[in-house]
């Protein structure tokens, strides 16, 4: 189903920044992944009960590039700065993946702001037994198989040849690469995850190849009180792959 | 040799020097090696083999040696990673392996890809090679192409181009003011910059920036009045990044000089244009369908070039064809034929680029020993005398008294 967003622009902190929003309720803000194939349809079950904010992060879609933002606390402090601007003061977060990995460093400094969270196959943590695929690593043939079990979930497939699409991912993949070309990891964040004092839920894809379901374990034990949901058959694009993976989500903030 | 004042030389027959460029390539490729899409970054190094590799640097190192023996003013070398492209991964070794062996020319590194290295480093090996060298080293700085920045990645290449700026004035703090300095940047702290030992040239040796005509380096150049060095692409983009250095250094208050237009050029000469071409044109093949061989993603790494640059590039790839001998040979700087030919054309080429510092490669991809010592000495004894003929003042002197020609005739003999 489409979802009707609306889309506007505001400058935070001098940086051009697009938000989709729809629906009404209580705020849902997801923060989305390292790319953008896929798109954003699958949100539709959250927009009957909140209202959807959907930031494009510095560097993606229509927000700005800044050159400047090279770690994951550069975006947290974004978000700071976003979230004074759209006057939201509590709410619910969710993130996938890059964005996951944002959240949940977002969560351990600010969990007072935060009513529910859930993480779906985050970034952002080291685990050596279950390595992430290095995603830098792959080629550009490579990554749609990587990213989801079911291809069809993720739209219609890109022509390769389109310089509009190749420029896309070059600007995508130079805005990760800003982040995290060394290491698309935080050696620290394990350390910290105890400060996430919010009730917090992971979602993942068993059969995720970018971010292996055998991370979970890794979470849930540093993420006091979690629990962890998985669908299968699903990779890494699980949201779009299972929509009862997306009605679990809203299932789980409207508890 | 005292180099020219800046100012001074105007014309490029005033200071017409011949550099000669190795990329000393491994040319033993398995017999399959077309089913790899590169030969760079991920292509095994088991395909190596170090006894080959050993018969290989001696026979470049004793090209480079005749080159020198030949009158040439230049030995060039540069430095690529991962690849069969290039088997001086530091080229620094090089240069310090030719400085006992060689009398004359500079020795030239065109260089080490300035992110790669600790610009104190850096400051530290060029220093060494120009006081070891008497003074004949000459440098150019690379961004590095985007393969090394996949063979080393612990340097990010999405801040690759401010990385190499701030790189730059370490090293030039480095050479212009008297250690210890302190030094307070984005990349690089230092306490007690102060290099030992210190270049002999003063303040250091000449430098150029390399590149293939991207914006940024050529403001790079023109910020700091340094040469630039035209790295292999058509004589349109040379011409245009050219005009572009001609038109910015002036505004910030440098002049420029035709020594700080260096361009690359394949050039073979025989007896006849026919022989040229056949014993040339196998080996340009091999270079552009071979060596260079790598993949649109390896050559621009996530950030290494903006997203509009992006576009240009993959909006030429897709209009790029494989070899085109007809192309190639008209609208890229290969020159091949008799000497009177070379020599006529590449003096147009001179002239057109207002460039007084052509940078040959005489040896090419896997040409054999016996085409690059014909080719260099043909070159040598045929081709320059007929171009320095054309210089109204000769202010290029070699250091020694005998002319380039006399010098060429005499190492031809020995070999």
Known sequence: MAVPWQSIELTVNGLKTQVLRAGTGEPLMFWHGGGTVGGWDFAAPWTERFQVYLPLHPGYGGSGDDPGMTTIQDYVMHYLDLLDALSIERFNLVGLSLGGWMAASFATQHSSRLKKLVLVAPAGLWIKEHPSTDIFRLKPEELAPALAENLAALGPPPDPHDVDFIVQSYREMTTLARIGWQRLYDPKLSKHLHRVRVPTLFVWGKQDRIAPVAQADSWTALVRGSTLRTFSPAGHAVLNERPEAVRAIAEFVTA | ???????????????????????????????????????????????????????????????????????????????????????????????????????????????????????????????????????????????????????????????????????????????????????????????????????LQKPHPKIAIVGSGSPETVQVAAERGFGYASVFVPIA???????????????????????????????????????????????????????????????????????????????????????????????????????????????????????????????????????????????????????????????????????????????????
């Open chain 2, 237 to 415: 983009v040379q011409e245009k990044t050219f005009r572009k250095l001609r038109e910015e250094m002036p505004k910030y208050g440098h002049e420029f000089t035709p020594d700080k237009a260096l361009f690359n050029v394949m050039a073979y000469v025989a007896e006849t244009e026919k022989l040229a071409e056949e014993e040339f044109r196998e080996h340009v093949r091999y270079w552009v369908e071979d060596t260079t061989r790598t993949t649109p993603r390896y050559l621009n790494p996530p950030g290494y070039i903006s997203p509009e640059q992006l576009r240009i590039r993959a909006a030429a790839t897709a209009s790029h064809g494989g070899f085109d001998w007809q192309v190639l040979t008209s609208q890229w700087r290969i020159v091949y034929g008799t000497a009177d030919k070379v020599a006529n054309i590449l003096g147009q080429w001179c002239e057109s680029a207002n460039s007084s510092r052509p940078v040959i490669h005489h040896h090419l991809g896997d040409m054999p020993h016996w085409k690059v010592v014909k080719n260099m000495t043909l070159f040598a004894e045929e081709v320059i005398p007929r171009l320095r003929g054309r210089q109204p003042s000769a202010t290029a002197q070699p250091l020694t008294a005998e002319p380039a020609g006399g010098q060429a005739r005499a190492a031809a003999g020995a070999h």
């Open chain 2, 1 to 199: 040799m005292a180099a020219p004042k800046e100012g001074v030389v105007a014309k490029w027959q005033d200071d017409l020097q011949f550099y000669t460029m190795h990329f000393m390539p491994y040319v033993y490729l398995p017999p399959d090696h077309k089913r790899f899409d590169s030969l760079w970054v991920d292509f095994s190094n088991k395909y190596f083999d170090p006894e080959k590799g050993h018969a290989l640097y001696e026979r470049y190192i004793k090209e480079m040696v005749l080159a020198d023996q030949l009158g040439y003013d230049g030995l060039v070398v540069n430095e690529h990673h991962n690849t069969v492209y290039s088997m001086m991964p530091v080229c620094t070794l090089m240069a310090a392996a030719l400085i006992p062996l060689t009398r004359r020319a500079k020795i030239c590194c065109f260089g080490v890809p300035v992110n790669l290295e600790m610009p104190n480093r850096l400051a530290e090996a060029y220093g060494m090679l120009d006081v070891m060298s008497g003074g004949r080293l000459e440098i150019a700085l690379p961004l590095g192409t985007g393969m090394e920045y996949w063979a080393n990645s612990l340097v990010n290449p999405a801040t690759a181009r401010a990385r190499f700026r701030e790189s730059l004035e370490v090293l030039l703090q480095a050479w212009t003011q008297e250690g210890p300095s302190q030094f307070d940047g984005e990349f690089f702290n230092y306490r007690y910059l102060n290099p030992w030992p210190r270049p």
